[in-house]
């Protein structure tokens, strides 16, 4: 696999975006934001029939790169604008189903980019931190609009706790779709999205358009006010600490 921040490969009609930051367990920096954004456009492509979104190593995605947001230019919202809110519109957008395969370890924004594929296939070894109480700040990337949806109650508990869901919890509570043993993870994905490939592709489309006009203005708003509220979060002060002792953690 390439050093670039995101991988995309298409095979037998399926595209494989996979975010390869191994080391950091595929933490968002802007370089990955841009080039997801990059292998999002490739997928409309006609040779793409559906979309795996999976990480690199044992994590799948945890969220906004902490070394990075340190030293953050400008402000936490336009930050969410510019490269956040644009990636999770065009996963819903797509005209293409995305399977997220959800490989392990995800945290923070990386949940609501999972949350925002059609479908979670999730690897017995995966598991989900809320990880923003953590940090002082938010849900945000969708999560505050998809997680109650996904699990109904209990969603405020979960998302303002630092609890990890394990895997066979994630699926009972309705975050995932369906758990495979981790050896298992890729062939299960990628027979689930070579199904969707081959059905009717303007019938899978037309469908997900049906399910993305009623939830449009509704996740667009809660978009722009989780951005106008992490920025009031990210400028606190017990953020700052929550972020300090993150980094210090690392590097002692
Ligand atoms: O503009 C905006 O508003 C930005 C939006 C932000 C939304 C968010 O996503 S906020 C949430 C940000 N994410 C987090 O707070 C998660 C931080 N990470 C953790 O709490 C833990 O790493 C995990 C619970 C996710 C996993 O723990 P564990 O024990 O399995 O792994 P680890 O040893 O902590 O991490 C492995 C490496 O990844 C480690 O690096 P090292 O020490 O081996 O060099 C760790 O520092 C690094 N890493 C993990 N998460 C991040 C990270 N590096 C940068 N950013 C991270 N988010």
Redesign the pocket.
Known sequence: MSAEPVDAQVESGVLWITLNRP???N??DVATHLALRAALRRAAADDVGAVVLTGAG??FC????????RN?VGD??E??RR??NPNIVALRELGRPVIAAVNG??????I?LACACDLRLCSDQA?F?P??A??A?VP??GTSYFVPRLMGGGAFAWLTSGT?LEAAEAQARGLVDEVVPAPELRARAAEVAGAYARQPRAAVAMSKRLLRSQEAVALERQLELE?QL??VA?ASEAHRQALAA?LS??RG
Request: charged share 20%; proline share 0%; glycine share 10%.
């Open positions: 080391d950091v367990l933490a968002l044992r994590g945890v969220g906004q790169d902490l070394e990075e947001f953050l936490a919202s930050h969410l490269y956040y370890v995800t945290a923070g924004a990386g609501g598991r931190t990880a923003f953590s940090m700040l945000d990337s990890s951005a992490q920025r990210a993150f953690r690392r």
